[in-house]
């Protein structure tokens, strides 16, 4: 028997779900940096910081301290891209849930609720081509592998099915590995990728009445 359940957004759930959202954003961003450092350009400019820095200084100890401090601000720069992603949300729709999400047609959201606290959160919005898109997926970490985040992935399709939408896209970032085995496991399948940040996106797509594609 589940502990949670799911229901449409209250307005008391306002600042839990601004909250909620802004953790499991923040939460990635060891990841992002980690994935950033697997990047050959970045490896190679920090090759680069390191032999000038020797030539310059005549000293290995300065090279890496340049090194170091060239990690640091590349630190800073991947959680200022998540902390900017984070406030651009919540100073749009999830400044005005009601607005954004449920009195537009076609919209909807959801939070997950398990002893009167508000531990997860889904949205949906028509996406043009007679698709809707999954937005604002978020579980808090405590309650994560009980099964709540396929619970709000089910709601959003059954949602979409019941108005008679052919697909469901959404993206994720590419750090966000368990997001992405999450799809695929309700039948998601990739199908692009773009890169508007040192992050990037992966792009993903659901049909209806098809055989289920994979990431």
Known sequence: MASFRIRQYREQDYEAVRALFARGILEHAPAGFRHVLRSARVRLALLAVF???????????????????????????????????????????????????????????????????????????????????????????????????????REVLGFARARGYGAVVLSTSMVQVAAQRLYEGQGFRRVGMSYPSLLGTVDVLVEQGTSWGHL
């Open 51 to 153: 032999v000038a820095a020797r030539a310059a200084a005549g000293s290995w100890v300065l090279g890496l301290g340049a090194v170091a401090l060239a990690l640091v601000l590349l630190w800073v720069l991947v959680r200022s891209l998540s902390a900017e992603y984070v406030r651009d949300a919540l100073g749009t729709d999830l400044c005005d849930v009601p607005g954004a999400y449920l009195r537009p047609p076609d919209c909807c959201f959801w939070v997950a609720e398990a002893g009167g606290t508000v531990v997860g959160m889904v949205a949906v919005v028509p996406a043009g081509r007679g698709e809707l898109e999954l937005k604002r997926m978020s579980v808090s970490r405590e309650h994560r592998g009980r099964g709540l985040a396929r619970a709000l992935c």
